[in-house]
């Protein structure tokens, strides 16, 4: 019995959609380069038209007490704790499109399900951060 059920659990896993795995530094390439500039510093070929400077996003960490704040800049980015888009803060509410399928992720043991290319941005900033 116990094999019938290992292997109806085996095919059962093999007939699962196959996730993508999303590359966190193509996402930031095609979605946050052009104001944030392609290393991040925020000198990007449309900041000098906007009304506020973008952040340099090499020292998020460096801001915030030498800790990477994954919250907060996945917030940031999806735009949950932002107003109005087009107002003080002229980045746009990357939440209000698409980004991609839900994966589970874990915060202090509780299961919170995230979009995975906000994820996998998240992910990229953090490994792109300079120590001051």
């Known amino acids: 019995m116990r094999y019938i059920i290992l292997g109806l659990g085996l095919a059962l896993a093999a007939c699962a959609p196959e996730q993508k795995q999303i590359d966190g530094e193509a996402a930031f390439m095609a979605q946050c380069s052009g104001c944030h500039g392609r290393d991040g510093r925020g000198a990007g070929p449309m ?36 107003g109005k888009h087009g107002g003080a803060d002229p980045m746009p509410h990357f939440g209000d499109g698409d980004l991609g399928p ?30 001051p």
């Open 47 to 82: 900041a000098a038209g906007l009304p506020k400077a973008p952040a340099d996003l090499t020292t998020i960490s460096a801001r915030n007490g030498g800790t990477f704040p994954e919250a907060k800049v996945m917030s940031q980015i999806d735009g949950f704790n932002r």
């Open 102 to 131: 839900v994966v589970m992720t874990e915060d202090d043991g509780n299961p919170v399900p995230v979009p995975a290319e906000l994820l996998a941005l998240s992910n990229y900033l953090r490994l792109i951060q300079r120590q």
